[in-house]
């Protein structure tokens, strides 16, 4: 390797770098801190109570034929015959879960930048795109974190009610945190693009509860009104959870195109906003 290339670092480690940083940042200031302890908190409240709980109630086939037959045809399709009852219990809260968490915790992502006037002196230093993917990737780092950490806890509790089941927990646990970690891109990605416009973490907030509730609200309207048209659920991030949540981890998988493609796009959006706004 060259004196220069070695003086000039590429792209991609430009954005390795911001990304390492944003991971440092999160879990080792005050805010990351914090935002961990609590994370632990709930987490093993979770895991504790309703997971390990129920658990031992769904692992028992009687149980399990006796809720099918009380729920008739509201019954879960899949969810009642997965091989470990914890992650089953798992995947629908985290479902829900981890998108809202993604939504708060990546919420300031460029706003404080933007407010503290800060942009000018790090994209000289960096430039637009890597500055941007920087801190994007070091967020699907972040969340992935979380993710693994909590998936893990639930391995250790399912070992712990039936050792037995290593290895059906471990191949579907895979799977499972595979597509939980596609569902929370769209978000991370839509959060990009609203700190990119908002001055706090707060504001950006408020963006995204502002765009569900119109998009929500489009669809629905265009819905009734014209009939015939496409539904205009798939703009939502998250528009797929529906079709998820009773599934297995592996036909769960064949709905990932969406959030995908989301991504993609929001990404691309975030990128151009922010090579084409005054820093």
């Given at each position: 390797m060259?004196?220069?290339?070695?003086a000039h670092?590429g792209p991609?480690?430009?954005?390795?770098?911001?990304a390492?940083?944003?991971?440092?940042?999160?879990?080792?200031?005050?805010?990351?801190?914090?935002?961990?302890?609590?994370y632990?908190?709930?987490w093993?409240?979770i895991?504790?109570?309703?997971i390990?709980?129920a658990?031992?109630?769904?692992?028992?086939?009687?149980?399990?034929?006796t809720?099918?037959e009380?729920?008739?045809?509201v019954?879960?399709?899949?969810?009642?015959?997965?091989?470990?009852?914890?992650?089953?219990?798992?995947?629908v809260i985290?479902?829900?879960w981890?998108?809202?968490?993604a939504?708060l915790?990546s919420?300031?992502?460029?706003a404080s930048?933007k407010s503290?006037?800060?942009?000018?002196f790090?994209?000289?230093?960096?430039?637009r795109?890597?500055?941007?993917?920087?801190?994007?990737?070091?967020?699907l780092?972040?969340?992935?974190?979380?993710?693994?950490?909590?998936?893990?806890?639930?391995?250790?509790?399912?070992?712990?009610?039936e050792?037995d089941?290593?290895?059906?927990?471990i191949?579907?646990g895979?799977v499972?945190?595979?597509n939980?970690?596609?569902?929370?891109?769209?978000y991370?990605a839509?959060?990009?693009?609203?700190?990119?416009?908002?001055n706090s973490?707060?504001?950006?907030?408020?963006?995204?509860v502002l765009?569900w509730?119109v998009?929500?609200?489009?669809?629905?309207?265009a819905?009734?009104?014209?009939?015939?048209l496409?539904?205009?659920?798939?703009?939502?991030?998250?528009?797929?959870?529906e079709?998820?949540?009773?599934?297995?981890?592996?036909?769960?998988?064949?709905?990932?195109p969406?959030?995908?493609?989301?991504?993609?796009?929001?990404l691309?959006?975030?990128?151009?906003?922010?090579?084409?706004?005054?820093l």
């Amino acid at each position: 390797m060259s004196q220069a290339q070695l003086a000039h670092p590429g792209p991609m480690t430009h954005v390795w770098l911001i990304a390492r940083q944003e991971v440092i940042k999160g879990f080792f200031n005050l805010r990351g801190l914090i935002a961990l302890v609590a994370y632990c908190l709930v987490w093993g409240l979770i895991l504790y109570y309703p997971i390990r709980s129920a658990a031992k109630y769904i692992a028992d086939p009687h149980m399990r034929q006796t809720l099918s037959e009380m729920l008739g045809v509201v019954s879960p399709k899949y969810l009642l015959s997965w091989d470990v009852p914890e992650l089953s219990l798992f995947w629908v809260i985290s479902l829900y879960w981890f998108p809202l968490f993604a939504i708060l915790s990546s919420a300031d992502q460029f706003a404080s930048d933007k407010s503290r006037k800060t942009f000018r002196f790090l994209v000289q230093r960096t430039g637009r795109e890597a500055l941007f993917f920087g801190r994007v990737v070091g967020q699907l780092l972040l969340q992935s974190a979380y993710i693994i950490t909590a998936g893990l806890a639930t391995l250790v509790l399912t070992l712990f009610r039936e050792p037995d089941l290593a290895g059906a927990a471990i191949g579907d646990g895979i799977v499972v945190l595979l597509n939980l970690l596609i569902v929370i891109m769209p978000y991370i990605a839509l959060m990009a693009l609203l700190s990119l416009y908002a001055n706090s973490a707060r504001q950006a907030t408020l963006f995204a509860v502002l765009v569900w509730c119109v998009l929500a609200i489009v669809s629905a309207l265009a819905a009734y009104y014209v009939p015939s048209l496409p539904s205009l659920d798939w703009l939502l991030p998250g528009s797929q959870i529906e079709m998820i949540v009773d599934n297995t981890p592996m036909g769960a998988l064949l709905h990932a195109p969406l959030p995908l493609v989301q991504t993609a796009v929001l990404l691309f959006i975030g990128l151009v906003y922010m090579k084409r706004s005054a820093l």
